[in-house]
């Protein structure tokens, strides 16, 4: 029973080593392995791979995909005409060489990209320093980020390089601070306001000026029509006066009796209407001929 248990306890044992002493390296990562603290090896390639047992050796992985650092910090920066701007980034970068980096910058890819944070943005500020807002929102922008990525290169690769690409800058937003970002909006208010207030003003002025030439449309329409309805009712009653004439010229005994009949019909024209004359006077001469059973004679 002892000899099992010696024989299982050993196997742990042997299992426990050998697990200790085999890793596998990622394809995403490099794996690195120390030796009493020191780099002894780094693997590329991905795979199984064998070390020495702690303490003896000991390895830790680095990620060796394309990283994104992203800015965070909001402080604004001074252009060339002293405005004070705030400037979003971020930066596509990758660890190249494992034992440069863990030599001169860290253990992890979080120490890079802390270092990497503050390279980028002194390059922003030294390049912005000497731009103005106007080139930061044309095409100059372009230039900007390729000087910024030329800067930060040279920081990594310098008297002590980082073992780190710079693959590329990019800039994301160009604003104002609040303060100065709140003033243009108020004056750019102020000028769409001023902006409508003009066109609101032409509009009304074209709106009189229009009704004012239909009016006078409508005033010269509305003479001529009522000329031309007097011309034609001169006309008419010119007309009119001279069939009449013609025909009392006819027989005036007849055009003297239509002419009292027409009279009489303007005088009675209403049963209320009453009338105080002289019954002896002309008015009733028709009246009193027709009465008498005279009739007006024809020729």
């Known amino acids: 029973m002892n000899r099992v248990g010696f024989i299982a306890s050993s196997l742990l044992v042997v299992l426990a080593l050998a697990s200790s002493m085999l890793f596998v390296v990622d394809q995403r990562q490099f794996g690195v392995v120390y030796a009493l603290g020191q780099i002894k090896e780094v693997i590329i390639e991905p795979g199984l791979n064998f070390k020495l047992p702690p303490p003896f050796q000991n390895v830790s992985y680095i990620d060796k995909r394309l990283l ?99 693959v590329d800058v990019r800039i994301t937003r160009v604003d104002y601070v609040e303060a100065i970002t709140e003033s243009v909006y108020r004056r750019m208010e102020a000028e769409r306001k001023r902006v409508a207030n003009e066109l609101r003003s032409t509009g009304a002025a074209e709106g009189e000026k229009i009704r004012a030439d239909a009016d006078r449309q409508r005033e010269v329409t509305i003479a001529n029509a009522y000329r031309d309805a007097q011309k034609i009712k001169g006309e008419g009653d010119a007309e009119a006066a ?58």
């Open 242 to 299: 001279r069939i009449y004439a013609e025909a009392f010229g006819r027989d005036p005994q007849f055009a003297q009796f239509y002419r009292s009949l027409e009279a009489y019909k303007a005088s009675f024209n209403k049963k209320s209407d009453v009338m105080v004359l002289d019954p002896s006077s002309d008015f009733f001469k028709t009246m009193r001929g027709a009465g008498a059973g005279a009739a007006p004679a024809k020729k």
């Open 68 to 166: 994104t650092l992203d800015s965070t910090d909001a402080e604004p920066m001074l252009t060339l005409e002293k405005q004070r701007v705030v400037i979003d980034w971020y930066v596509r970068w990758r660890i190249t060489e494992p034992s440069e980096y863990i030599r001169n910058v860290g253990l992890d890819e979080r120490a890079g990209a802390n270092q990497l944070n503050r390279v980028v943005r002194n390059a922003f500020q030294e390049e912005v320093n000497k731009r103005t807002v106007k080139d930061l929102l044309s095409l100059k922008r372009e230039a900007l980020m390729a000087d910024v990525k030329k800067e930060v290169l040279q920081v990594v690769r310098g008297a002590k390089p980082w073992g780190v690409d710079v």
